[in-house]
């Protein structure tokens, strides 16, 4: 980095100092608008959430567009409407800069009082450390940061060393539909996408207390499908033993998934993973993680398999895994009757060499084998499936070395490099469709509690993490 | 029956026909209240319920009162409210008659139009030969029969051949909370129940198109059972394979109930039920029954076993079956969380030989030890429990033979003597605490779909109901 740039950076950070409450009562509005993305009853918030990104954007001097024209979704009251506006805006047109993509999302997972939150979800609470509510850590106080950087370039009357673009979605919990068409459409019309060099993403968390680039993601297929038969849901007295029951068969086709210990156990996924070398767990070994803590931390009784530091870390990393969201029935459930249909809805976390149209054909001819085992007169449907390929980085290309560079920069010390046990599927459809470098810069902490209750985040976090997203505009400059 | 009775029984049927109308009206006000037991938000409506009977009761020239003391239960907002009113009414106190009972009850199980009703389950709809709507069958019509019955003596200028006692519960569907500790005060105390000579229950239906005679029920066991191990949901990609999940450890709890068939798996319940004899097994040579015409009429795609009159018959009234109503999660069904607790709910339809507190037992240990398979860090809770007996009378006794002859009399055929696969466990505790015979005098259909939607009652069954309660009364008087 130039002697230049440093000053203009210290200016630029002194800059975002000043500025923290005017990102705190932003994030403050962000988070009352309860743009939860999978409720079709929420869409005009998502839309009201859109229109607040782009008049800021617009405020601070930015060109913004907000798309809605790749895709449609389920809207209020049965309806299809058009995806929630896509956000892509433009700072800076300089032939001779670098351009830099940064992405975020401003829908939200949903959150109510009753599944355990200490206050309204939706309404942003301050302690002296933390700032809580749905969206501060997943993903509005991040995207949020990126508007504060180039607020804090403008009042420091600092220029960009970049060119920056943004592409913040508002379906991200629910699929993204719509994104990877435009990401496409906007790359063959040489357009948006076109002339983007590297690609940043601030949606994910650090590991523990240390700052981290993230080079890794899991990859999520989702499934949902259903057993019915009975055309009325019955009363179990009078068909209980002579009717066979949907929700049976069911549990039966549920339980076929994981084994005794909950472990995936669909013997073709399980095949396709990579085992692990000697080399891989030689990296395990420099991450500093105490299992112990962080299953105190995580307020969870215990963990599958060993208490050890690779144990844990390749369970969330590195192996697929299951998890069963939830069993619909059609009948009361406080009623002795017989569900003419139920649903399951559960997904499965993938890896590198599980290949996204090859676990769709295993797990939906896992589902019926399991289900024709039955020998059922009941019905079995498939009813979604949503798959998208899990992520890994390079380390040692030119986006991570900034991302390093940056985080050495606000810290003082070389962050870790870890990979991630979530999904964020946008970053290979970046990755595959742009064929740029994506890499992850996680602002957020471990203890956050994303997409449960009391989602929070740690206000030194969010402060510092606007500071290495300014830094690192400047180190990708000169990469 | 003499002759003079025959005459008398003729101008009340004749009665009861001008009064159809009446009835039909009756039904609808009735209807209209949605006196569902197990929403504690509407006991309002079931207290509500108690006082319309009331009214039509004294208005009948009945002494009645209702009784909420002998229990609590759920009401609206999380309060606990007395149970509701059991309502104990009389008409006439001649120590020269015999005394009759008549149960009912007047809650009904929940409905919505969503769980596929074709019109609103809570307003009575009429086509040619049916009525539609909540309660219409269970149990509204059948109880509101008997009032039309003593309306009609009434009207006919004929004085009643008994001593009648009316009791009518609020709570059938929800466990029938203090009814049985009311019978037992009113024994004891020399009250109400004491003087009783005979309890008829009209809360069933007909095998088939002939009038029937009801000698068995089926008991029920419901059980609740939780796993719970986060102290939060958790984000399946951060905590997926590492945190051991509660809804896979209550899948696998699930499972181990039934066969790959759906059957029953409990081992120590199975063995409680006694083999088929010979004896009982020519019992059902004379049914008329028609499975397939009865898989057809019910709308379900096939039936377990042979599709043979015995094994029907015998799955519905003399085998035990597990029915699971529903699964209940703490995160929100389309977010992709691990639910940090998991809830069940299922019961057990159970058979002569299946002592209660046997099952329960025996159900419980099944559970835990199924989950002490899985040697899981979660927590497993048995949360509630509700067990009631099966029930067997003697057909050859006067009450039974009464009830064989006002069929006789009124439809001009013997009627069939039938078991019934679902439970009215208020028979038991009648006929335990009484002493006294009960006869179940079923009035309604078999497709009536009871608990089910577009639940219904043929007009004709409605009508000629009433009538063999009429006749009923006669012949139990000179039983």
């Known amino acids: 980095m130039a002697v230049n740039g440093v000053a203009s950076l210290e200016a630029v950070l002194h800059a975002l100092e000043q500025g923290e409450r005017e990102l705190v009562g932003h994030l403050r509005e962000a988070v009352a608008i309860e743009s939860v993305s999978n409720d079709p009853e929420r869409y005009p918030e998502c839309v009201m959430m859109s229109k607040y990104l782009v008049e800021r954007i617009q405020a601070l001097g930015g060109q913004a567009k907000a798309r809605s024209d790749t895709g449609t979704t389920d809207g209020p009251g049965g309806s299809r409407v058009p995806v929630s506006p896509i956000i892509l805006a433009t700072f800076g047109n300089d032939a001779s800069k670098k351009t830099v993509c940064a992405y975020g999302h401003y829908d939200v997972m949903p959150a109510a009082l009753s599944e355990g939150w200490d206050s309204p979800p939706f309404v942003l609470e301050e302690t ?14 991040p995207t949020l940061c990126w508007l504060a950087v180039i607020d804090a370039y403008n009042k420091a009357g600092v220029e960009m060393p970049v ?22 459409l906007e790359m063959r019309s040489e357009g948006f996408f076109h002339d983007v060099d590297f690609i940043v993403i601030s949606d994910s968390g650090s590991l523990g207390a240390k700052p981290c680039v993230t080079y890794g993601l899991r990859g999520i297929a989702e499934f949902e499908f259903s057993v019915s038969g009975p ?4 009363h179990s007295g009078v068909y209980g033993g002579v009717a066979r029951e949907p929700m049976t068969d069911l549990i039966k086709v549920l339980s076929s998934l994981t084994d005794e210990k909950g472990n995936l156990d669909v013997p073709d996924l399980n095949a396709m993973v990579a085992p692990v070398s000697e080399e891989e767990r030689r990296l395990y070994e420099d991450i500093e993680f105490d299992p112990v ?6 307020k969870i009784p215990g963990v599958n398999g060993e208490m050890t530091k690779e144990n844990v870390l ?15 029935a059609s009948s009361d459930y406080k009623a002795t009757c017989i569900p003419a249909t139920c649903t399951a809805r559960f997904s499965i976390r993938t890896v590198p060499k599980m290949e996204p149209k090859a676990v769709e ?3 939906e001819k896992h589902l019926k084998d399991a289900f024709d085992t039955l020998d059922s007169c009941n019905q079995f449907t498939i009813d979604d499936v949503l798959v998208s390929d899990c992520f890994l980085g390079d380390v040692n290309d030119n986006n991570y070395s900034a991302a390093r560079r940056a985080n050495k920069a606000v810290y003082g010390s070389e962050p870790e490099f870890i990979r991630e046990g979530g999904s964020v599927p946008i970053a290979i459809s970046l990755a595959n469709i742009t064929r740029k470098s994506v890499c992850l810069l996680p602002i957020c902490g471990p203890a956050d509690n994303i997409h449960g209750p009391n989602e929070s985040m740690l206000k030194k976090n969010l402060f510092q993490g606007a500071k290495v997203m300014a830094a690192y505009l400047v180190e990708i400059a000169s990469a």
């Open 314 to 328: 390749m369970r969330k990393w590195r192996f697929p895994t299951l998890s069963v969201h939830g069993i619909k």
């Open 128 to 141: 002296e450390e933390l700032f809580h509510g749905r969206g501060t850590s997943d993903d509005k106080g």
């Open 361 to 363: 054909r295993a797990v």
């Open 231 to 234: 055309a009325d849901n019955l």
């Open 163 to 184: 060119n920056l673009k943004l592409c913040f979605e508002g379906r991200e919990e629910a699929g993204s539909d719509g994104l990877e068409e435009l990401i496409g």
């Open 293 to 298: 803590a962080w299953a105190k931390a995580s």
